[in-house]
């Protein structure tokens, strides 16, 4: 049985720009980046190449492969690949080479 009380989304926040998204569950934290206008650093979108790398300042995320291309070292120092990482919580990314996709003027 499903657990209708679990967030279907949450809330991202990319450093050190401060830009934030929504980001719905089940959905990879770089897809949901990109709906909002933000381009995370990225390439084969599959956990392998590690373009994406970045740090995960707080909260929580699960990843939608078994093993990402992520050292022990690397997940205990807080390192995700955001191109299969999903957010379980609301989260704050260290991701300094983001941009915006399309600029507000």
Sequence with gaps: MADDTAPTEFEATVLPAG??????AGVSLVTAAQQAGIR???SC???TCRACLCHLR????????EWPGLSID???EGCILPCVAQ????V???APNA???DPVA
Excluded: H, M
Excluded at 58 to 64: D, F, I, P
Excluded at 87 to 90: A, G, M, N, R, W
């Design 74 to 76: 690397e997940k205990e």
């Design 87 to 90: 957010p379980l919580t609301d």
């Design 45 to 47: 979108r599959n956990g």
């Design 92 to 94: 704050v990314l260290d």
């Design 19 to 24: 830009w934030c998204f929504t980001a719905q």
């Design 58 to 65: 707080s909260g929580q995320v699960r990843y939608s492969i």
């Design 99 to 101: 941009t915006l996709i």
């Design 40 to 42: 995370l650093a990225r």
